[in-house]
């Protein structure tokens, strides 16, 4: 299974600043772990498939996560994640809470299908680490990532 953002979507006012720089690394790392969702896994009778994550910023009070969506023939499932609009003084700050409410998401799919979400957290942990300490350097949009910026991992 492969873990992917395929993109942000925000409603009319709404709007989060988060770069491939930030969700390379979080993809690359969350794959790493190796993950699968078991009920999918019978379903597609394979572990090689898509989980993907619609990142969606919201002003309306909804659910945390809405899905699934699957589809067989394409062997993907489709979950959304939505965020609660607030606005931040800082870009620090607007990405803690955006990993932490991505996170939560992640974590409230894994508990459903009765996967160990372990390693998650650490993940999300070490990206905002790595925030923290160059802001600016996930602040960029980058057109390939640099294998040293996967590396300091």
Known sequence: ???????????????YEIRNTV???????LNKLN???????KLFKTTDYDLFFTISAT?????LVYGPL??????????????PYKTFNCYTQQMF??????EEGIIFVFNKYKVDPSGVKEVFEKLKTLIAKDPEKYQKWLK??????????
């Open 1 to 15: 299974m492969k873990i992917n953002f395929p993109f942000l979507w925000a409603e009319v006012g709404v709007y």
């Open 23 to 29: 969700f390379n690394p979080l993809i690359e790392n």
């Open 35 to 41: 993950k699968t969702l078991p009920h999918y896994d």
């Open 59 to 63: 002003l309306e009070n909804k659910d």
């Open 70 to 83: 699957a589809s067989s023939k394409r062997k993907v499932v489709n979950f959304s994640i939505f965020i």
């Open 97 to 102: 809470y955006m990993l932490d409410t991505i």
């Open 144 to 153: 390939d990532i640099d294998a040293k910026d996967i590396d300091e991992w």
